[in-house]
């Protein structure tokens, strides 16, 4: 980057193979380009055919490109991303993208690339690109809590996390109050997943490690210790660049004729009295426990919108409740759910994209974790910061009733006890909604690139 305070920069993107990561890496994308820099938005042919049909109108600035997926025995050959795969698969996937190394080690040698912001699964990207002289810029999609929690590199990488039940506590490193930590039934779903020649704790070390520096998707007035704790335990720079929150897309969806439909049936409700429920796009529960979650869907008498893809609602369900539910099958155009006004609370797996837009519209949450990932973290924190309520599991099994599914909505959708969540997830719409402060921190981000934060500068200086 020359020392050169604004010149155009080519900046290639590359994120995990799954939607939840796809969508802020290309929101980030968006406002690079809106600066006058050129995105490569790299990933394998059919996540990038999809991209193409969801995002018809991206700018010329940003070109998407496709790496050939590799073959990995015991992965389909259609699979491409976590979308398409069942939690046990997706470390066949992981090994896949791993394979993708020499691909993009080519593109980014011919590239002609400033920087490369990646993933944490990447694990060999930083090396790669410091031998290139390429930045890396590692881009975390889950929030400051979350990387707190796991800690600082040399503990991922030593395989501090020897058995499930250490990660449920909360770790020596975390010098402020705090509650969140997995539950055992977290950890054991997310280990599926995991690689066993690599987890994905080593992997996000070494991706910390070795790159230049780390971008969060938080914000100094939602996270303020973690993100205060970071910079310490990593010993390099930690750059919140907000919370990247999503505007409301007039083309999201496809069904423009089923979203009229729901549209017009939430119309009919009065303001803040319906719940929206999504558990996101990998969620999968076992029909026993489908059931439950629909009886406290049932009994809690309010009228609701499920969003339902991977488990089928229990058979006479939607008959029982015709008169005030709309179930979803599918896709749906969740903003745009959010955001009507006859939505009142959101019933969610706790994924941090679904959080923001939720609580950009100041809706209050049931949390219901998905086990994977972070979301255990979310549960916990956003429970600590009284912006919604979880329910309550089993901590070794996750099981639960229906009962206190029903409890819990209507503890934070009717009930007194439930007015200081709902008005703290109110409030937050000063913060998750504030596009100026949010475009604030990523225009200090896009300064930062701007002004060359390069292993070439660090030297000179």
Known sequence: MDGQSKRNLHIAMFPWLAHGHFTPFLELSKFLSLHGHSISF??????????????????????????????????????????????DSVPYLKKAYDLLEPALTGFLSGGRVDCVIHDFASHWLPRAATQLGVSSVFFSTINATSLAFLGPPSELISGRYHKPEDLTCVPEWIPYESTACFRLHEVLRHRRCMDEEISDFCRLGH??????????????????????????IYQKPVIPIGLVTPAIREDEGHDHEKWRALKGWLDTKREKSALYIALGTEVILSSELMNELASGIEKSGLPFVWVVRNCPVPAGFEERVSDRGFVWAGWAPQTRILAHEAIGGFLTHCGWNSTIEALSRGRPLVLFSGGSSDQGLMARFLHEKRVGFEVPRNKADGSFTGDVVAESIRRVMA???????????????????????????MEEFVGILEKGATKEQKMEN
């Open 415 to 441: 009930e007194p006890e439930g007015e200081p969540i709902r008005a703290n997830a109110w409030a937050m719409k000063e913060v998750f909604g504030d596009m100026e402060l949010q475009n604030k921190y």
């Open 207 to 232: 991706v910390v490690d070795g790159c230049d520096f780390v971008i969060v998707r938080s914000c100094h007035e939602f996270e303020s210790e973690p993100l205060s704790l970071l910079p310490e």
């Open 42 to 87: 790299l990933s394998t042919p059919k996540n990038i055919a999809r991209l193409t049909q969801t995002h018809p109108k991206l700018p010329p600035s940003i070109r998407l490109v496709s790496l050939p997926m590799p073959l990995v025995d015991n992965l389909p050959s259609s699979a491409e991303s976590t979308f398409d795969l069942d939690i």
